[in-house]
Nanobody
Framework: VQLQASGGGLVQAGVSLRLSCAASGRTYGMGWFRQAPGKEREFVAAISWSGGNTYYADSVKGRFIVSRDNAKKMVYLQMNSLKPEDTAVYYC?????????????????WGQGTLVTVSS
């Protein structure tokens, strides 16, 4: 399975940005993680294979929305009301389980990351 994240960029605080993750091969539960400079990679959002279950970190709940289109093998992260503290490299990840997960170690495949920079 290969994952390709895209859609990052430099934006001002308060605006929206949508990240995309293209998957090749079979994927089930998908997740988004991020890593800010000098910090550990942290969970952002996840979605089950059906899309019926979504999971969010408290820091993004109510601002970010994760979705997927299985026919296109795409997963999206709609990021609204961006804040400078959202600045990070964002990674998509896939696991061979139908459920999403909060935990990095439960993901089997990782994309290369896309940089999001939010200026104040």
């Amino acid at each position: 399975v290969q994952l390709q994240a895209s859609g990052g960029g430099l934006v001002q605080a308060g605006v929206s940005l949508r990240l995309s993750c293209a998957a090749s091969g079979r994927t089930y539960g998908m997740g988004w993680f991020r890593q800010a400079p000098g910090k550990e990679r942290e969970f952002v959002a996840a979605i089950s294979w059906s899309g019926g279950n979504t999971y969010y970190a408290d820091s993004v709940k109510g601002r970010f929305i994760v979705s997927r289109d299985n026919a296109k093998k795409m997963v999206y992260l709609q990021m609204n009301s961006l804040k400078p503290e959202d600045t990070a490299v964002y990674y998509c990840a896939a696991r061979t389980d139908y459920r999403g997960s909060y935990y990095r170690y439960e993901y089997d495949y990782w994309g290369q990351g896309t940089l999001v920079t939010v200026s104040s």
